[in-house]
C-alpha cells in the first residue's frame, strides 16, 4: 500500500519494500527540557524557539542590571553549540574596549578548530581575544611546572599524561582553561572586583548532560566574573533548529568528531578516541603520539595518552565549568571504530596500483 503526502513537511521512505511518509519536524514548535535543574527556581516551561530567544535576552538584561558590568565578553570553543550563543549574543559586544570574543587555546587541541573559530570571529566582524595558559600542556606532564606557592611550593604540579581518574582534570582544567580566563579577568578589573565585573557569556545548558542540569544556572557571579548562560533552557531541538533557521557555520571538526577538539588534555578521553582522532587529522594525532615518545623516555610512568594514571582512583569533583565533553565513559559504550568495524564499514587495506599517467581526457 502506497501513501501520498498532502503537505511539504513530509519525506518519503522505502521500508521493507514498501513506501511510508514521515512526518519531519516542525519548526515553531515548542519543547522544553525534562526534570527539574538543581539550581532553578522551576521546571522551564515549554517554550517555542522564538520564546527561548527572548528568555535568551531576558537573562543578559537581568545580568546586566544586577552588576556593574565593565566588559562584555562570549567564550567560543569552536564547537556547534557555541555558534549558536556567538550568533544570539554578538550583538552585546560593542559597549567597552575590552568587548569581544574570548578563545582559549588550551595548546593540545585541532588545528583546524583554530582556524573555524578565527574565520567565524572575523566574519562577524567581532575582535577576538585569543587567550593562552601561562603553563604548557607539554610542560605540565613533562613535570617541569612547580608549585608557586602552598605546602607543596617547589615541587611539580603534575607528572605525566593525563587520563581518567584521579585528580588530573581538576589540574588541566585550572591550569589550561581557568588560569588564562582569571588573568583575562584580572587585566580588566584589577583588584576592583568588588566594584567592576566582567560579563563572560558562555553556552552551557541544562540538556547537555545530567552533570549540567544539576550545576548550570542562568547567572552564576564567581568574584569579579559573573557567568551568564543565556542558552541554559535550550533544548537539543531547539539548537538544531536555531543552526538551521540562521544557517550557522558548522565546525567540520564537530562533525567528524562530535565535540569542537579544542582541547585534548586526554583526562575523561574515550576507549579509541586517539585512533578516530587520528583517522581525521593525523597532525593532531602525531603531537599526541610524538609527546608520549617524550614523556616515555623522560623515565615517567604515566606515559600513554588518555589511559587511567598508575594507581588512579575516580573522582567525585564534577569536570570543569567549560569541560562540556568531560565526562567518564561507560564500561558498555563502544567506541566509534569499533562501531564502524560490526558495521562493516572498515575494510582491510588495500595496495596502491600503479595506473598508467592518464590521458588530458581523463583529467577531471
Not at 531576558?58 to 550563543?85: M, T
Not at 573522582?315 to 564500561?331: D, T
Amino acid at each position: 500500500m502506497t501513501t501520498t503526502s498532502t503537505t511539504s513537511n513530509t519525506k518519503g521512505r522505502s521500508l521493507m519494500g514498501r513506501r511510508t511518509e514521515l512526518q519531519a519536524p516542525l519548526p515553531g514548535m515548542p519543547d522544553a527540557i525534562t526534570g527539574q535543574p538543581a539550581k532553578a527556581a522551576a521546571p522551564p516551561p515549554m517554550r517555542t524557539l522564538d520564546e527561548a530567544i527572548a528568555r535568551s535576552h531576558e537573562i543578559i538584561a537581568e545580568a546586566l542590571d544586577r552588576y556593574p558590568i565593565i566588559a562584555r565578553q562570549a567564550l567560543f570553543s569552536g564547537g556547534n553549540d557555541s555558534s549558536v550563543l556567538l550568533h544570539l549574543v554578538r550583538g552585546y559586544l560593542d559597549t567597552s574596549e575590552n568587548d569581544a570574543v574570548l578563545h582559549v587555546n588550551t595548546g593540545i587541541g585541532i588545528d583546524e578548530t583554530r582556524e573555524h573559530v578565527r574565520d567565524v570571529v572575523s566574519n562577524y566582524g567581532l575582535p577576538l581575544h585569543e587567550l593562552h595558559p601561562r603553563d604548557s600542556y607539554d610542560d605540565l606532564v613533562l613535570g617541569r611546572v612547580l608549585a608557586r606557592t602552598g605546602p607543596n611550593i617547589g615541587r611539580p604540579v603534575w607528572i605525566g599524561l593525563p587520563g581518567p581518574g584521579g585528580d588530573s582534570h581538576k589540574v588541566m582544567y585550572r591550569r589550561l582553561k581557568d588560569e588564562p580566563l582569571q588573568r583575562n579577568r584580572a587585566a580588566i578589573v584589577g583588584n576592583k572586583g568588588r566594584s567592576q565585573k566582567v560579563l563572560y557569556l558562555a553556552g552551557m545548558r541544562w540538556d547537555e548532560s545530567d552533570r549540567r542540569m544539576r550545576n548550570a544556572e542562568e547567572i552564576d557571579p564567581d568574584g569579579g566574573i559573573i557567568w551568564c548562560s543565556p542558552i541554559v533552557h535550550f533544548t537539543n531541538a531547539q539548537m538544531a533548529e536555531y543552526r538551521t533557521r540562521f544557517n550557522l557555520p558548522r565546525n567540520p571538526v564537530s562533525e567528524h568528531l562530535h565535540m569542537s577538539g579544542e582541547c585534548l588534555c586526554g583526562c575523561f578521553s574515550k576507549e579509541g578516541e586517539l585512533e578516530e582522532i587520528e583517522f581525521f587529522y593525523p597532525k593532531a594525532a602525531y603531537r599526541i603520539r610524538s609527546l608520549e615518545k617524550r614523556v616515555e623516555a623522560a623515565g615517567i610512568a604515566a606515559c600513554k595518552w588518555g589511559k587511567r594514571p598508575p594507581g588512579a582512583v575516580d573522582s567525585a569533583e564534577p569536570a570543569g565549568r567549560l569541560c562540556r565533553k568531560c565526562v567518564p565513559q561507560r564500561s558498555d559504550q563502544p567506541d566509534l571504530f569499533s562501531t564502524w568495524e560490526a558495521m562493516g564499514l572498515l575494510k582491510p587495506a588495500v595496495p596502491p596500483i600503479i595506473a598508467a599517467q592518464p590521458t588530458d581526457e581523463a583529467v577531471v
